[in-house]
């Protein structure tokens, strides 16, 4: 197939071309209007019980839990007698905002110590947004300039999830230009002296544009059935560029290669597509298989990643087969116009180069250089052995953030977190409103004589130590109008992310009620989405895994070869892991980072993306290096020069590639968001592993040691891969074709 592909894309580029023109204009239309339609939640599982517990707020509870905060400052305290007249006209104006439930404040719900600071120049005022995402968006939008600034004296500061969340939006966009820009002036750089000219440096970038056109589009496409995440557009940007300068390196390499051995432009072009291109899409489904497996969670902020990630994986092979062999025909020598190679005129050739020595020495010592390898890996991940972990919140935002303030002026200035509370939904109660009070104030008091609860609030009144203390602020609130459901407020005495938050979800859940509840809140969706996590990881791990081992088996008929590269790429996650604790929850480095809040605990997710994503890009550097050291070995060499000439054919090039994409990665770690930071150094961590320890010492000492076994397969598995494996047929021109002594030979298997 790649056979008759190369020569119809050699013989009629042009059509090719405008081809591809064509999708760009076609898929710029809907990739220029995806970022208003992506979302920036998707962190909770529709089915768990605190996610349902949030429909039931949603659909039941209109004034619900808060949702929405301003953090109101004066000087001259909130008891003055002009501040309590501005705060209670400021409470009625959010109340009378469409979009808004009924605002408390602490000059309208009789002053409690709750919603004043210690220091008595902060109150809180409380309000919850209502309809669903695009409904509280629109509000937000209209609240915050409204509401932030100065109002009759105080200072006003916007909070709450609704107001982190936008600014999320306006950051994840403000960060992607950033990152661009950033690393746009040294990926030029690099990319003229990897590829070696000015004109073939622009390569890439050909490529790059058709994979993020194509991959905006597809998410735009996605947004009209579900949800699709707003972060989904920083992944994409990132691998569409390092993937494409990968696949454009590799084909060119090999096109450079093949007229270097003496053959005419058009039969080398035709050769580097059947061989380097039949590696790339190859390439590019194993990666792909990898990314769609975050599809099997239940959580669209991750299965988001999958149709980024297969979009622009797709597309950027296809591309880097059809379109940009169509480019090179239509170059033909001007490919080399301002060539810089000049410092590698002269060079050693494959039998005597730099890769070819580090592989000799390597199969020199293979167990010693493989325990080495090993122990180092092992050694950088044990500091994840102690990570703890919790749920993208304010604190992902950096410190200039004013809904990040306003949720540490509360953790820090307030007496009790009570915006870190549980709710306990209630349904089913029985008939009639003081029945229902009455059996809610029955349950409140049990759970307030629960550890770690500093009061339990709900219609019937506040209780704390099994005993009621207050009346209920605003108790109609807390029934729904026909009675026949209600909810409760649980506030904890600990930090919502804490082992101690964790067990009193369990030990709320676990309290008898005579009626159906599901408890809710930060706390409750932690343990739920560990548990979901935990649950679905399994799945999402037996289907890449699996996915892998059989598809590197019909790439190269060998049973050793697919375990050993899962093995590897599980082993150099282990450092990655290892260094984001060290980092991220130990706090090293975060000046040299641009700063972020250490909570000593890890986001929840990150570790799953970094898992899913390095472990596709890790299969695509392995195929690369195994393509040409199976080559080398069909050609007739012996298991030890085989792997010496694949990897001096391949070190410079998965080197190469792996630094231009650490550079794009990198470039997300200016981003002002934590959970970009990570993704950014963890991605670039794990390649700058892979490409190095795996790639130049583990591997090789690892086939060293397995010598032959490295090509075996039992009987039956190698007659099916003689009829259903993958590999290359060359034309019957090509395949007599006379090869000049010191290059592989291609032939048929």
Same mark, same amino acid.
């Given at each position: 197939m790649l056979a008759v592909v190369a020569h119809l894309v050699v013989q009629r580029p042009w059509r090719?071309?405008?081809?591809?023109?064509?999708?760009?204009?076609?898929?710029?239309?809907?990739?220029?209007?995806?970022?208003?339609?992506?979302?920036? !939640?998707?962190?909770?599982?529709?089915?768990?019980?605190?996610?349902?517990?949030?429909?039931?707020?949603?659909?039941?509870?209109?004034?619900?839990?808060?949702?929405?905060?301003?953090?109101?400052?004066?000087?001259? @305290?909130?008891?003055?007698?002009?501040?309590?007249?501005? @705060?209670?006209?400021?409470?009625a104006r959010l109340s009378g905002?469409?979009?808004?439930?009924?605002?408390?404040?602490?000059?309208? =719900?009789?002053?409690?110590?709750?919603?004043?600071?210690?220091?008595?120049?902060?109150?809180?005022?409380?309000?919850?947004?209502?309809?669903?995402g695009d409904d509280i968006k629109a509000t937000m939008r209209q609240i915050h300039p409204l509401f932030s600034g100065d109002q009759d004296g105080l200072r006003v500061q916007v909070g709450g999830q609704p107001a982190a969340e936008r600014e999320i939006q306006k950051l994840s966009r403000d960060d992607l230009t950033r990152a661009e820009l950033l690393a746009a002036p040294l990926l030029i750089v690099l990319l003229v002296l990897v590829f070696g000219s000015v004109i073939a440096s622009l390569l890439p970038g050909l490529i790059g544009l058709l994979a993020v056109f194509g991959t905006f589009a597809a998410l735009r496409l996605c947004s009209a059935f579900t949800d699709v995440s707003i972060f989904s557009l920083n992944l994409a940007t990132a691998l569409s560029l390092g993937l494409a300068i990968d696949y454009?390196?590799?084909?060119?390499?090999?096109?450079? &290669?093949?007229?270097?051995?003496?053959?005419?432009?058009?039969?080398?072009? &035709?050769?580097?597509?059947?061989?380097?291109?039949?590696?790339?899409?190859?390439?590019?489904?194993?990666?792909?298989?990898?990314?769609?497996?975050?599809?099997?969670?239940?959580?669209?902020?991750?299965?988001?990643?999958?149709?980024?990630?297969?979009?622009?994986?797709?597309?950027?092979?296809?591309?880097?087969?059809?379109?940009?062999?169509?480019?090179?025909?239509?170059?033909?020598?001007?490919?080399?116009?301002?060539?810089?190679?000049?410092?590698?005129?002269? !060079?050693?050739?494959?039998?005597?180069?730099?890769?070819?020595?580090? =592989?000799?020495?390597?199969?020199?010592?293979?167990?010693?250089? !493989?325990?080495?390898?090993?122990?180092?890996?092992?050694?950088?991940?044990?500091?994840?052995?102690?990570?703890?972990?919790?749920?993208?919140?304010?604190?992902?935002?950096?410190?200039?953030?004013?809904?990040?303030?306003? !949720?540490?002026?509360?953790?820090?200035?307030?007496?009790?977190?009570?915006?870190?509370?549980?709710?306990?939904t209630a349904e089913g109660l029985p008939p009639g409103a003081e029945a229902a009070t009455a059996a809610l104030g029955g349950y409140a008091t049990a759970l307030s004589r629960l550890p770690d609860v500093a009061s339990v609030t709900t219609a019937a009144g506040v209780y704390a130590g099994g005993a009621r203390v207050a009346d209920a602020p605003a108790a109609a609130r807390f029934v729904a109008p026909d009675a026949q459901a209600g909810w409760v407020s649980v506030v904890p005495t600990v930090d919502q992310y804490s082992a101690e938050a964790e067990r009193l979800v369990r030990a709320v859940r676990a309290v008898p =009620?005579?009626?159906?509840?599901?408890?809710? @809140?930060?706390?409750?969706?932690?343990?739920?989405?560990?548990?979901?996590?935990?649950?679905?990881?399994?799945?999402?791990?037996?289907?890449?895994?699996?996915?892998?081992?059989?598809?590197?088996?019909?790439?190269?008929?060998?049973?050793?070869?697919?375990?050993? =590269?899962?093995?590897?790429?599980?082993?150099?996650?282990?450092?990655?892991?290892?260094?984001?604790?060290w980092?991220?929850?130990?706090?090293?480095?975060?000046?040299?980072?641009? @700063?972020?809040?250490?909570t000593g605990q890890l986001e929840i997710f990150t570790p799953i993306l970094m898992l899913c994503i390095a472990f596709g890009l890790s299969m695509d550097y392995e195929v690369f290096l195994v393509s040409r050291i199976q080559e080398a070995h069909q050609s007739g060499l012996p298991n030890d020069k085989a792997i010496a000439d694949g990897l001096q054919r391949t070190g410079r090039l998965v080197t190469s590639a792996a630094a231009l994409l650490i550079v794009v990665l990198l470039a997300n770690v200016t981003s002002q968001l934590t959970i970009l930071k990570m993704l950014g150094l963890?991605?670039?961590?794990?390649?700058?592993?892979?490409?190095?320890?795996?790639?130049?010492?583990?591997?090789?000492?690892?086939?060293?040691?397995?010598?032959?076994?490295?090509?075996?397969?039992?009987?039956?598995?190698?007659?099916?891969?003689?009829?259903?494996?993958?590999r290359e047929a060359p034309p019957p021109a090509l395949a007599t074709a006379r090869v000049p002594l010191g290059q592989p030979q291609e032939v048929s298997r």
């Open positions: 090719v071309i405008v081809g591809a023109m064509l999708f760009c204009v076609v898929a710029a239309v809907p990739a220029a209007t995806v970022l208003p339609t992506l979302g920036t !939640a998707g962190f909770f599982a529709p089915g768990d019980e605190s996610a349902q517990a949030d429909r039931a707020l949603e659909e039941r509870f209109p004034a619900g839990p808060p949702n929405l905060v301003l953090l109101v400052t004066t000087p001259a @305290g909130v008891q003055d007698a002009a501040a309590v007249r501005a @705060g209670e006209a400021l409470t905002t469409p979009g808004v439930g009924p605002a408390t404040s602490y000059w309208t =719900a009789g002053r409690p110590d709750a919603l004043r600071s210690a220091d008595g120049r902060e109150a809180l005022v409380l309000a919850r947004l209502l309809g669903d454009s390196l590799f084909i060119l390499a090999r096109y450079r &290669e093949e007229l270097g051995a003496g053959r005419d432009r058009p039969e080398a072009l &035709e050769t580097a597509v059947r061989t380097a291109g039949r590696t790339v899409l190859f390439s590019a489904v194993t990666v792909a298989v990898s990314l769609a497996g975050m599809a099997l969670f239940p959580l669209y902020y991750l299965r988001s990643f999958a149709y980024a990630g297969i979009a622009v994986v797709l597309v950027s092979g296809l591309a880097a087969v059809v379109v940009l062999p169509a480019v090179l025909a239509v170059l033909g020598p001007r490919v080399d116009r301002f060539d810089l190679r000049f410092w590698r005129r002269g !060079a050693p050739s494959p039998e005597r180069g730099a890769w070819r020595r580090i =592989a000799e020495f390597v199969m020199r010592r293979p167990v010693t250089i !493989a325990v080495v390898a090993v122990v180092f890996l092992l050694a950088l991940g044990v500091p994840f052995l102690r990570a703890s972990f919790q749920l993208p919140d304010d604190r992902m935002l950096p410190a200039s953030s004013e809904a990040h303030r306003v !949720a540490e002026a509360v953790r820090s200035d307030f007496p009790s977190p009570a915006l870190d509370a549980l709710y306990v =009620a005579p009626f159906t509840v599901q408890v809710g @809140g930060n706390s409750a969706h932690l343990v739920d989405t560990r548990a979901t996590l935990g649950e679905a990881l399994p799945w999402v791990l037996g289907v890449m895994i699996g996915a892998m081992l059989v598809l590197l088996f019909l790439f190269t008929g060998s049973v050793l070869i697919p375990i050993k =590269a899962v093995l590897c790429n599980l082993l150099s996650l282990t450092a990655t892991f290892g260094a984001l604790v980092v991220f929850s130990d706090g090293h480095f975060a000046g040299l980072l641009g @700063g972020f809040q250490v963890g991605l670039g961590i794990a390649i700058l592993v892979d490409a190095t320890v795996v790639r130049a010492f583990l591997v090789p000492a690892v086939m060293r040691l397995a010598g032959s076994a490295n090509w075996w397969a039992p009987r039956p598995l190698r007659r099916f891969h003689e009829r259903f494996g993958l």
